[in-house]
């Protein structure tokens, strides 16, 4: 682990933006070239977490030289051309070495001056749960999980102000003045982070996801800047991780599931650099939910397990319930019926327990209906099809309304189940109502179940009301 000491005095001048870099984005989103730039990486063989966050911060200067598995693949990506083309400094003129010196490792890192010091990429590039049979410690110290990022300064930090949902965009940064984060601003963030559950809960990740965007890259900016009282920098660590994992839902709604990966892990880094064990299960929570989804079911159940003991000692049932389907859907996706089938019993019983003063408040989605659609989704992995439809109808009866999304999406998962166990007439009559329910609800998740289900039921459009669902599904409007 490289050293924890960091310069305390502020760089003497602002980052200069790296124009040359962002020419070469050329019309692409920043989201778009991030995507680009993990397609790269895995061309090489290389793993980073490239986000539209991080392509904003090179542009801005903020990252004056990349890491070494950055390097790499921007080399890849633009061949014949060296770090100083693509906009960057030299290696040696931000990491404190001297020409000359033995295998270009700085002489003494402690020397480095205020200008140099956390000008690299300090965010963590690799998978955290994969292991590689080749080791650099000069990546290592680059990345440091984050620990850079929090703890130096920088000429442009500032409290960037949270509209009231805390969607609105940051101003540039020679307009926002530069002072310490106070708990105003904590407010500011924790009502960021229910405004953009209380907005997904209702409409769906689609809409939402590139607006959250900007108040992640506020929070954080938060952070760097530092707050006046401890208390304070306690809130806006927690606020900052809930908010990437706010964000990173968005992104594996929406079917993103490499920029929710980075969110995730950005929000666990966090949890671990702070000692947070509540925002520590909940990273673990969505990280196994996502590699569920992405079909890496044996990463879902360590995920969960961890989980799960991150949130042992915090005293919620209910959390250590749904921790428990979490790893139910790993087991499912396994094809262990009893493995699965043990994990839904423990999810059954810590749920009767009741609710509890320590209860998380992000868990409100989380009551009787969400515990039947965990596991009409864990029997519908399995193929049971029967059972799984006689989960999905109670979880879709038992929704609460305000929950719009979550009642489309038990609602998809009923038609699916119907479809696939034989009930063709009942599976259009549930995706109809599902689709009734996408003129208010953004859900590239939702979508795509339904269109599994018009694959199924294609074969019997002579079927009472079945070619009605299909030409309703096939005139939905392609998302953008």
Same mark, same amino acid.
């Given at each position: 682990? #490289? ?29 778009? %070239? ?6 790269? =990486? ?119 102000? +949270? ?10 940064? *020679? ?5 310490? #984060? ?21 409409? &769906? ?9 900007? /108040?992640?890259?506020? #929070? ?23 908010? #990437? ?5 968005? @992104?594996?709604?929406?079917?993103? %599931? ?8 950005? *929000? ?6 702070? &000692?947070?064990?509540? +925002? ?8 196994? %939910? ?16 961890? =989980?799960?003991?991150?949130?042992? /000692? ?24 009893? &493995?699965?089938?043990? @994990? ?6 810590? %749920? ?33 099809? /029967? ?49 009734? +329910? ?43």
């Amino acid at each position: 682990m #490289a050293s924890s000491s960091v310069p305390s005095s502020q760089p003497a001048r602002p980052p200069r933006p790296n124009l040359a870099f962002r020419r070469l984005r050329g019309s692409r989103s920043p989201a778009e %070239f991030a995507a680009a730039v993990r397609r790269a =990486a895995r061309e090489i063989g290389e793993r980073v977490s490239c986000d539209a966050r991080y392509v904003h911060r090179v542009e801005a200067g903020e990252i004056r030289c990349p890491n070494y598995a950055y390097e790499r693949v921007f080399l890849h990506m633009f061949p014949g051309r060296t770090l100083t083309d693509l906009g960057f400094a030299p290696r040696s003129s931000v990491r404190g070495r001297r020409t000359g010196a033995a295998g270009g490792r700085p002489e003494n890192p402690a020397d480095a001056t205020s200008e140099t010091s956390g000008a690299c990429e300090p965010y963590e590039t690799h998978d955290r749960y994969d292991t590689y049979d080749e080791y650099d410690p000069h990546d290592h110290e680059e990345s440091d999980v984050l620990r850079r990022a929090f703890m130096t300064g920088g000429a442009t930090v500032a409290a960037a102000a +949270l509209g009231p949902y805390g969607l609105v965009p940051e101003a540039p940064a *020679a307009q926002r003045p530069v002072r310490r #984060a106070g708990s105003t601003d904590a407010c500011a963030l924790e009502e960021a982070v229910r405004r953009i559950r209380v907005l997904d809960d209702r409409h &769906g990740a689609d809409g939402l996801y590139r607006r959250a965007a900007a /108040p992640l890259r506020a #929070a954080y900016e938060l952070l760097n800047a530092g707050a006046v009282r401890q208390r304070t920098a306690d809130r806006l660590y927690a606020g900052a991780g809930e908010l #990437a994992i706010s964000v990173g839902w968005l @992104a594996h709604d929406s079917g993103r %599931f490499d920029d929710a990966r980075s969110h995730y892990a950005e *929000a666990l880094a966090t949890a671990r650099v702070t &000692g947070d064990p509540a +925002l520590e299960a909940h990273a673990f929570c969505n990280t196994a %939910f996502l590699a569920r989804d992405a079909g890496r079911p044996r990463e879902a159940v360590r995920a969960a397990q961890a =989980a799960q003991r991150a949130a042992r /000692p915090l005293g919620s049932p209910r959390l250590m319930s749904l921790l428990a389907l979490r790893e139910a859907g790993g087991w499912a996706g396994l094809a262990d019926r009893a &493995g699965c089938e043990q @994990a839904l019993v423990r999810a059954q019983a810590y %749920f009767d327990r009741g609710p509890a003063e320590a209860d998380p408040e992000w868990m409100t989605f989380y009551g009787e209906a969400e515990l039947e659609g965990l596991e009409a989704q864990c029997w519908s992995t399995l193929g049971d099809w /029967p059972r799984a439809a006689r989960h999905a109808r109670r979880a879709a009866e038992l929704q609460n309304p305000h929950f719009t999304r979550n009642l489309a999406l038990y609602t998809a998962e009923l038609a699916d189940d119907l479809a696939r166990g034989g009930r063709p007439d009942e599976a259009a009559q549930a995706g109809m109502r599902a689709l009734d +329910l996408l003129s208010d609800v953004q859900s590239s998740r939702v979508r795509s179940m339904l269109s599994g289900t018009s694959r199924v039921l294609l074969p019997h459009r002579r079927t009472s009301g079945v070619s009605e669902f299909l030409d309703r599904h096939a005139s939905l409007p392609r998302m953008v």
